[in-house]
């Protein structure tokens, strides 16, 4: 038997009984995640179905069919709008608007950080930073203060330089792999994510870091890029296709 099942978006399979199994012990299918197989009339939660009968048969979607973010079924790309990442069907579309108007957090819909949150999240990262490589520098300087020569102090300042780069790149990539958002993020209430609004993986993080160095090195137009993109995307977002959100 051959299930179907939908993931940020889009449907996903054929899978067997048992490649559905394993797709629920890894995690990757959820009790709400909305699976379908042939005989089933629409898409119903794993949780809904799980030891139950299928109901009358219908005809299949289409392999392109996505998930409306309002109503939660499936339907072809022919039948429904796109807003930013959410995709509405025509029974949706009126509520969908209304609800745009009057501001309120759609299911599907990013909500981008503004430039001036991300600056700040930005200068507080900087400022823990800061405290971070001063603090060991002082130890070290302090604790080599007696004995190291005249000659050796190009390389102790080259070995501190080296540190401080490790420092900030663990910094990044540890915290937006593990939390999606860095101490400064935290705070300003962002992070990072996939354009799906999926976690970032280590990988990515740590791209986004190296190439968040690039951003810097242009006299930071990368950074000021936010500023005019629509999404609020960096130089560094757009190499690592990512967005920073609100949360």
């Known amino acids: 038997m051959s299930w179907y099942y939908a993931e940020a978006g889009q449907q996903r399979g054929p899978v067997t009984d048992a490649e559905l199994e394993d797709l629920v012990k890894a995690g990757t299918v959820q009790p709400d995640t909305l699976i379908w197989r042939d005989g089933m009339p629409n898409w119903q939660s794993y949780s809904q179905v799980q030891g139950g009968a299928a109901p009358p048969s219908a005809a299949p979607l289409p392999e392109d069919a996505v998930v409306c973010?309002?109503?939660?079924?499936?339907?072809?790309?022919?039948?429904?709008?796109?807003y930013g990442d959410a995709?509405?069907?025509a029974a949706c579309k009126p509520a969908f608007v209304q609800r745009l108007k009057e501001g309120v957090s759609l299911?599907?819909?990013?909500?981008?950080?503004?430039?001036?949150?991300?600056?700040?999240?930005?200068v507080l990262d900087l400022i823990i930073?800061?405290?971070i490589n001063a603090l060991f520098g002082f130890i070290v300087g302090f604790a080599a203060s007696g004995a190291v020569r005249s000659g050796d102090r190009?390389?102790?300042q080259l070995f501190l330089m080296f540190?401080?780069?490790?420092?900030?790149?663990?910094?990044?990539?540890?915290?937006?792999?593990?939390?999606?958002?860095?101490?400064?993020k935290m705070a300003?209430?962002?992070?990072?994510?996939?354009?799906?609004?999926?976690?970032?993986?280590?990988?990515?993080?740590?791209?986004?870091?190296?190439a968040e160095l690039l951003s810097g090195m242009i006299c930071y137009i990368?950074?000021?890029?936010?500023?005019?993109?629509?999404?609020k995307r960096t130089l560094h977002d757009r190499i690592c296709n990512t967005r920073v959100i609100k949360i």
């Open 69 to 82: 973010s309002s109503c939660g079924r499936m339907f072809g790309r022919d039948e429904v709008i796109k």
């Open 87 to 89: 995709w509405v069907c």
């Open 107 to 122: 299911p599907g819909v990013l909500d981008y950080a503004t430039f001036w949150t991300r600056l700040g999240a930005k």
């Open 129 to 131: 930073l800061w405290v």
């Open 154 to 156: 190009l390389a102790m």
């Open 163 to 184: 540190v401080s780069i490790a420092v900030n790149l663990g910094y990044g990539v540890f915290f937006l792999g593990k939390f999606g958002a860095t101490p400064g």
């Open 188 to 210: 300003c209430k962002i992070k990072v994510v996939t354009p799906e609004g999926e976690r970032i993986s280590y990988g990515r993080a740590c791209g986004r870091c190296l």
């Open 222 to 231: 990368g950074y000021i890029m936010a500023g005019f993109d629509a999404e």
